[in-house]
Each structure stands twice: as structure tokens, then as C-alpha cells.
């Protein structure tokens, strides 16, 4: 079970840290872990992963030079950092991690395992 934190309401512009904790268990080092956001209307969009090792990552192109996909397994957490926040990044933010996945990390949501209630983010002034 993972349960995702930080949303809120902000204004655009500065940084807001969302946080992705495994409850009741511990993310395994094979455990990658999958960034989504989604609004009512518009498909699931997965905006950056990590793998169970910390080292690979992935962005899409849309946030890649904003957000930032960080794994701290001392804190059994993996955080999104958001920075330059815009009315766009408005969302509801999921986690979803998949086993077997020390060394890469997927974009594909089929392929999770387990997910995350999800945490509303809204940019607005």
C-alpha cells in the first residue's frame, strides 16, 4: 500500500515536494516506483519514475525540466519535486510501484502492481 502526501492548494511559481510512503510495509530495492497525474477528463499521464536502486530515472518531456523524482530508502518515501509550479501541474498526483524492478522503471500503468489513493495539487492564483 502506498500512500501519497504534500498536495494542496499553491500559487504558481516556488516548489512544492509531494511524498509517496509505503504504509504498513517497506519499499523493497526492487520496488521501482511511477509518478501519474490525471484530471477528470483527461487520460493518466505518468510524469516520472524511479527505479528500486535510485539510480535510473525517467521524465516526460512535459515536466522534465521541472520536477524532479527523488528515492530515499532510509525514509521509505519517494518524493516528486515540483519547482516553477503552473496553473497545468493542477492534478490529482498518484504513486504506483511494480516489482522486479531494481534497475528500470516503466510509464506504463498496466504494468503496476500496487497504487496510491493519490494527493490533489491545485496551481492557482
Known amino acids: 500500500q502506498l500512500v501519497e502526501s504534500g498536495g494542496g492548494l499553491v500559487q504558481p511559481g516556488g516548489s512544492l515536494r509531494l511524498s509517496c510512503a509505503a504504509s504498513g510495509s517497506t519499499l523493497r530495492d526492487d520496488d521501482g516506483i511511477t509518478w501519474f497525474r490525471q484530471s477528470p477528463g483527461k487520460e493518466r499521464e505518468a510524469v516520472a519514475c524511479?527505479?528500486?536502486?535510485?539510480?535510473?530515472?525517467y521524465y516526460s518531456a512535459s515536466v522534465m525540466d521541472r520536477f524532479t523524482i527523488l528515492r530515499e530508502n532510509a525514509e521509505n518515501a519517494v518524493y516528486l519535486q515540483v519547482n516553477d509550479r503552473k496553473p497545468e501541474d493542477t492534478d490529482v498526483y498518484y504513486c504506483?510501484?511494480?516489482?522486479?524492478?531494481?534497475?528500470?522503471?516503466?510509464?506504463?500503468?498496466?504494468?503496476?502492481?500496487?497504487w496510491g489513493e493519490g494527493t490533489m495539487v491545485t496551481v492557482s492564483s
Open positions: 524511479i527505479s528500486g536502486s535510485g539510480i535510473i530515472a
Open positions: 504506483a510501484g511494480r516489482g522486479e524492478s531494481f534497475d528500470t522503471c516503466s510509464f506504463d500503468s498496466v504494468n503496476m502492481k500496487y
